[in-house]
């Protein structure tokens, strides 16, 4: 970029600062204000007919007319919008859904409208002003974004659904754009490996300063990726070629081929550092890189320590802030930890305290009603139709600026564990269970899955019915839940295909472990009429209750990923 068109960038962004400072300033009437705003626009939509937005005069009148709900209220809704009805949730018209997991097989569309889009813009116009006026060097060269694709299918009604990264990329400045190092071409790429490398080998000849992605898994994937195949990439950048290792559709082969010429300067230097260093290393290949922007937050900020080994310890890094497929919620002014500024212009927002939850009638707070260090519950409403909308998404108030909250995502909330972003539901547990039973003949007498976020793969705890079945039906077994989960939830088949998370393992309980759990926790005060056996979450189990564990086994679900 050159330095007026940063310089103007700059000056844009600042000017946009302040009108957001306004907002921030005082977040109680902005709420208010956007509330009855959203509402207004909206009250002659089919949902603001059946919940009566039009007598809504106040935050208290929307809590009496519309109740706490999740996606599966809106399923209906959004069902007949994706068919091409009009005037269902928004009078605006619906420009795409992004696509995201549910709780059960069915995955959720999420509408998107103009206004949500302009919300994404602004705030991702903001983050890079901010991040750029911290570390100026990070806009001197090129800006490596991976993304998906942004389209990649339409409804029955010809409106398109793609990946909500995709979104966020189309709604970047026309600047950001321009620099990417990566063509567009490279978010069509299915296949997880080769978009790895194709990405690599593109952004390598070139001086990224800023890189950024949301999961720092994928981050260190690219990197991976360009060392294991450096030789590959060595002699693609030395002939202008792209190798034929990896199968790309011709289209897109033809459209990225075209932008390749011999380098033999660069794959000399290729060469040189990784005979030096044993390894190609991005400390070499891009030693002005500034900042890098991922998630610092939950349970995939437990691999950001590991980019150190890649980076070292010089380079900066950025949250890029607590978004969702549903909105983009929070804006980041520091590389200190992942807390943002609660984004009160977009959306409306709701919390419920974490202790309150399991509560008939819990406690509902609006964002300047909260404290720090509290943790909450979401609830969301959006200027796309998701009203009172419980997103299970648990925060932390990190502090203020003013009365404006920071918050930063902890994790997800009841039922669901969400080790690299594939928000795994306990419903998509039972079912793969139950189907993979009947697909191997095993026999489960009680189970829990375990979201170990440091292996970055799922262990499943089994204590079995009756005598134990073959190791080779064991194996099929745990391959066959990899599979079925698969099947059930997109986002965990993206993340086995892409690598980030591993395959599973089966631990053999011993006999009676089930029942040993059930009888401490009723000892340690749990009511027996209401006690609920935990089949999914973060907690290890006793070592000391297993009895064996089958190494991992990948299956035809994570065939596609790197080894």
């Not at 709604?171 to 299915?190: F, T, V």
Request: charged share 25%.
């Amino acid at each position: 970029m050159t330095s007026l068109a940063l310089r103007c960038a700059l000056l844009l962004s600042r000017y946009h600062w302040q009108r957001w400072e306004a907002y921030t300033d005082n977040p109680r009437a902005t709420q208010s204000e956007l509330l009855l705003q959203i509402l207004g626009k909206n009250q002659a939509t089919a949902f603001g007919r059946d919940h009566g937005f039009g007598a809504i005069k106040t935050i208290a009148d929307y809590r009496k007319q519309v109740s706490i709900a999740d996606y599966e209220r809106f399923r209906p809704y959004i069902e007949r919008a994706r068919q091409g009805e009009k005037s269902v949730l928004t009078n605006e018209p619906v420009l795409m859904f992004t696509l995201t997991s549910g709780s059960t097989g069915e995955p959720k569309l999420i509408p998107v409208t103009e206004s949500t889009r302009a919300n994404h813009a602004r705030l991702t116009r903001l983050w890079y002003g901010r991040a750029f006026q911290d570390h100026p060097g990070s806009a001197a060269g090129k800006i490596f974004g991976l993304v998906g694709r942004i389209v990649e299918g339409y409804t029955a009604g010809g409106i398109p659904y793609g990946a909500a990264s995709g979104l966020i990329y189309q709604s970047s400045p026309g600047w950001i754009k321009r620099a990417n190092a990566l063509p567009y071409e490279i978010a069509e790429i299915q296949d997880f490996q080769a978009k790895y490398y194709v990405a690599m080998r593109v952004a390598i000849e070139q001086d990224v300063t800023f890189l950024g992605t949301p999961n720092p898994s994928t981050i260190l994937r690219l990197v991976e990726t360009a060392d294991r195949f450096r030789d590959e990439i060595v002699k693609d950048v030395n002939d202008g070629s792209l190798s034929t290792r990896f199968e790309l559709a011709p289209d897109v082969r033809a459209a990225l081929s075209e932008k390749f010429s011999p380098n033999r300067i660069r794959a000399r230097q290729l060469e040189r550092w990784s005979a030096t260093a044993g390894r190609l290393s991005p400390i070499d290949y891009w030693p002005h890189l500034k900042l890098v922007g991922c998630w610092q937050g939950g349970s995939v900020g437990v691999r950001l320590k590991e980019l150190a080994n890649w980076f070292g310890d010089a380079v900066p890094t950025r949250d890029l802030g607590y978004m969702a497929s549903e909105a983009q919620m929070s804006l980041p002014i520091s590389d200190h930890g992942s807390a943002g500024i609660l984004a009160v212009d977009g959306n409306f927002y709701e919390f419920i305290p974490e202790s309150e939850i399991a509560s008939t009638n819990p406690i509902v707070l609006n964002c300047h009603e909260l404290e720090a260090s509290g943790v909450y519950y979401v609830i969301l409403t959006t200027a796309a139709g998701l009203y009172r909308y419980d997103i299970n998404d648990v925060i932390r108030v990190a502090g203020f600026l003013g009365e404006t909250p920071l918050v930063e995502f902890q994790r997800k909330g009841r039922d669901v564990t969400n080790i690299t972003g594939e928000k795994l539901h306990v419903n998509q547990v039972i079912h793969a269970m139950e189907q993979a039973q009947r697909a191997t003949g095993a026999a489960v007498r009680h189970f829990r899955a375990f979201a170990d976020v440091n292996e970055s793969r799922y262990a499943f705890m089994v204590e079995l019915d009756g005598p134990q079945p073959s190791a080779e039906t064991l194996k099929r077994f745990v391959a066959e839940l990899d599979t079925r989960l698969c099947g059930l939830n997109v986002e965990y088949a993206d993340k086995r295909k892409s690598g980030r998370l591993k395959a599973p393992t089966l631990c053999l309980m011993k006999a009676g472990w089930f029942e040993r759990k059930t009888s401490a926790a009723l000892q340690a005060g749990a009511r027996d009429i209401q006690f609920k056996a935990q089949l999914l979450s973060a907690a290890a189990e006793d070592p000391n209750e297993i009895s064996c564990t089958l190494e991992p086994v990948d299956s035809a679900a994570g065939s596609n990923r790197q080894n």
